[in-house]
């Protein structure tokens, strides 16, 4: 039996009669916790999916933080990534705001302490998560919009709590991690002494190998996704706009729990070539092509992150969108073949599946990429594009892998989008997604 499989969970006698959610949460529609809806909850046990343990996720994840933490002798890691800030408290609280406000930060000591700045009068919001010591009520945010001219001193007054944190729990250690953070932060650290290393190369090592609680999250996410994906096949039919399509995904997204999407690069007809361009007002025709990329953040933050070309209308696809679709696959599904323990990142570029030459310049970005809560470490790239000494790394149990491909020509009127979501397993890899290829360009 595969380590990532967990049959049952068992229910905390300690918690008396209180009622419990599949996944460990009270019960009780009007607690602070997000989480999945009833919908989703009924639909994941019909599929016979098994939901996280959260108690045991978050802790498996702090866990995996501290060790990278000994591992590189840092006394701390302060974060301000909200995608990291959820890795190590499962906190959440305004993500996509965030992202351009950097209003909360999370320390984390090398034994485990773990303080929380949260924006202002927002402690509530994570009163329920033990594994916090501490929740700071705001502090964090020194940038320009909140601080103004203030924001050296905002920062300096920032960096002494950093100070008498690293004063209590590293001693002489004065070695802190830091992900991402503002000019003025970043001088007032340096200022009191600490000497700053790369915070998001630790927290992205931590991310890279999921626990089983995780696996079973991105199962009931991508799950989720692919029943919107479902809704969406439904509705596609010619004269549908392709910001109409695309909003189906986000509905049903939201309607189960689920939190955002990353990008919304939905297209169709000549707009699927070249790739990259977001869903627009165009009115898909019969006879078009109509590639995707879900980039889906649903249930439990977790990333469902597949893609799929459909052809659409009753006629029969031409030879050519045909033969796309079949190069696309065949990448896909031959660099999928190579994954397994063992294997260094530099291989799976040295091995990969070679496009034809007409394809070549308009290649994606990457042949696959880790992910997790978002797209994560590490990117594999094409030989075009290698950088030595990037990722001297090696495939790893655990680890969850987006197998990518493009295939479309400089001039041509139509391209082809595929991914695929796969868990490296002790003894090889396993697809975690399961949403069927467009059988009418299969043939």
């Avoid at 945010?141 to 004063?167: H, M, P, S, T």
């Avoid at 919304?264 to 078009?288: C, F, K, Y």
């Avoid at 070549?360 to 990457?366: I, L, W």
Wanted: hydrophobic share 40%; proline share 5%; with cysteine.
């Amino acid at each position: 039996m595969s380590p990532f499989s967990i049959l049952s969970h068992k229910i905390d006698p300690s918690r008396g009669s209180t009622a419990l959610k599949p996944d460990g949460t009270i019960d009780d529609s009007d607690r602070v916790e997000i989480g999945p809806t009833d919908v989703a909850f009924a639909e994941w046990a019909a599929l016979g999916l098994i939901t996280p343990n959260l108690e045991r996720m978050r802790k498996t994840r702090l866990d995996r933080i501290v060790q990278q933490l000994r591992l590189r002798d840092y006394a701390g890691v302060l974060c301000f990534d909200p995608l990291n800030i959820r890795y190590a408290t499962d906190s959440s609280n305004m993500h996509i705001w965030i992202m351009h406000n950097p209003s909360r930060a999370v320390f984390v000591s090398a034994d485990g302490y773990v303080v929380l700045w949260d924006f202002d009068r927002c402690n509530h919001l994570s009163a329920h998560l033990p594994l916090i010591n501490e929740i700071r009520d705001g502090g964090a945010g020194f940038y320009y919009f909140v601080a103004g001219d203030e924001e050296e001193a905002i920062a300096k007054q920032f960096a002494g709590q950093l100070d008498e944190l690293l004063r209590r729990f590293g001693g002489k250690n004065r070695r802190l991690a830091v992900d991402k953070i503002e000019v003025p932060g970043l001088r007032a650290l340096d200022a009191v002494g600490i000497e700053v290393c790369n915070g998001m190369q630790l927290m992205e090592h931590a991310r890279a190998i999921k626990g089983v609680d995780e696996i079973n999250a991105m199962r009931c996410s991508i799950a989720t996704c692919e029943i919107a994906v479902a809704k969406m096949r439904e509705r596609l039919q010619p004269g549908i706009a392709e910001t109409e399509l695309w909003s189906v995904l986000h509905a049903e997204n939201i309607a189960r729990g689920g939190e955002w999407i990353e990008t919304r690069i939905l297209n169709s007809g000549p707009r699927t070539n070249p790739w990259m361009q977001e869903a627009g007002p165009r009115r898909v025709l019969s006879g078009d092509l109509v590639a995707f990329d879900t980039d889906m953040v649903g249930p439990y933050g977790m990333c469902a992150d597949f893609s799929r070309t459909w052809y659409c209308g009753d006629g029969k696809p031409t030879d050519e969108q045909r033969r796309l679709h079949a190069l696309a696959y065949e990448h896909i599904m031959t660099n999928m073949a190579i994954l397994e323990p063992g294997v260094s990142f530099t291989e799976l570029t040295e091995r990969s599946h070679k496009l034809p030459a007409e394809f070549v310049k308009q290649r994606y970005g990457v042949m696959m990429h880790g992910i997790g809560l978002c797209d994560e470490y590490p990117a594999i790239l094409y030989p075009e594009d290698f950088i030595p000494g990037a990722f001297d790394y090696f495939l790893k149990p655990g680890m969850v892998f987006c197998v990518e491909a493009y295939v479309g020509a400089v001039g041509g009127r139509e391209g082809v989008k595929l991914e695929e979501q796969v868990l490296i397993t002790e003894e090889g890899h396993d697809i975690l997604t399961k949403c069927p290829f467009d059988s009418a360009l299969m043939g």
